[in-house]
């Protein structure tokens, strides 16, 4: 419905105060009815009593009646994975051409599982398991292609679609 909201809130202070983490205005047209990944740091937030809430309205005032419905699964908060610059010179990746018109190949030193290819709105467009993706069909912008290596370790790169 036109004016709905969905709000991924945050407080640090048992619930007094709420930040805002996420917005999305229009859910129901701006976000997929598929499994999304989307990704949010939260690094900022320390303290041991960080909670999180899920908040949806029809855009002017929150009725705890109303029938929203909200689905949320496999919610985790993880520590973000850094790699040591030993790591770092081990995992030699490779994007060409970047930027592309067609076809883009990975050139790696380790065994790749998957490559995922994401917009910047978090959302996964495409999955290949082989080191080539066709972006033929895809619109001119800049996309997020993670690659995932056979031991679970992952590297993303920058895309340019022309």
């Known amino acids: 419905m036109q004016g709905d909201k969905f709000k991924v809130l945050i407080t640090t202070d048992n619930g007094t105060t709420w930040q805002e983490l996420k917005n999305w ?3 129901n047209m701006t ?3 598929e499994r999304n990944n989307i990704t949010i740091d939260v690094s900022a937030y320390k303290n041991n009593n960080v909670k999180f809430a899920f908040y949806a309205s029809d ?3 929150f009725v705890a009646a109303a029938d929203y419905r909200i689905f949320v699964d496999n919610f985790k908060v993880q520590l973000k ?3 040591s610059v030993s790591d770092i ?3 030699i990746l490779q994007v060409y051409p970047n930027p592309t018109t067609g076809k883009i190949t990975v050139n790696t030193n380790q065994a ?3 490559m995922e290819l994401f917009d910047f709105t978090g959302k996964k467009i495409k999955v290949t398991t082989t080191n080539q993706m066709d972006l033929s069909d895809m619109s001119a912008g800049t996309y997020l292609l993670t690659t995932i290596f ?3 370790t992952s590297i993303n790169k920058k895309v340019i679609k022309k």
Do not use: E, F, L
């Open 89 to 91: 010179k081990k995992s």
């Open 112 to 114: 790749i599982k998957s």
């Open 59 to 61: 855009g002017t005032t």
């Open 150 to 152: 056979n031991d679970k």
């Open 81 to 83: 994975q850094s790699m």
């Open 25 to 27: 205005d229009n859910p």
């Open 31 to 33: 976000i997929s009815n």
